[in-house]
Nanobody
Framework: QVQLVESGGGLVQAGDSLRLSCTASGRTFSSYSMGWFRQAPGKEREFVAAISGGGGMTYYADSVKGRFTISRDNAKSTVYLQLNSLKPGDTAVYHC??????????????????WGQGTQVTVSS
């Protein structure tokens, strides 16, 4: 298990940008595929984006493709989520998650064994 701590959330207006960070404990960060998920009030948790351990493979939900970018810095044990052109519908608690599985083998959130506490993103219209 790896410990994850997110930061960077906040209250912004529609069209603004934010960058979320998720820093992991331990010295084997590059062996983990990382994901970002979000959960809005009254809704189920949904996948946002994921990145392979080396950073060469990324996946995005259709709802954020072209607006959000996931990246990682393994030297800093940190994964980022750049959120651009934010919409009120992006309002949610954003969680990062880690899995030792290869990204191509991941099928859903249940494959991720470590989760951060989340950071709130609120987008006003």
């Amino acid at each position: 298990q790896v410990q994850l701590v997110e930061s960077g959330g906040g209250l912004v207006q529609a069209g603004d940008s934010l960058r979320l960070s998720c820093t992991a404990s331990g010295r084997t960060f590059s062996s983990y595929s990382m994901g970002w998920f979000r959960q809005a009030p009254g809704k189920e948790r949904e996948f946002v984006a994921a990145i392979s351990g080396g950073g060469g493979m990324t996946y995005y939900a259709d709802s954020v493709k072209g607006r959000f970018t996931i990246s990682r810095d393994n030297a800093k044990s940190t994964v980022y989520l750049q959120l651009n052109s934010l919409k009120p519908g992006d309002t949610a608690v954003y969680h990062c998650a880690a899995t030792r599985s290869a990204l191509r083998a991941v099928r859903g959130s249940s494959d991720f064994g470590s989760w951060g506490q989340g950071t709130q993103v609120t987008v006003s219209s």
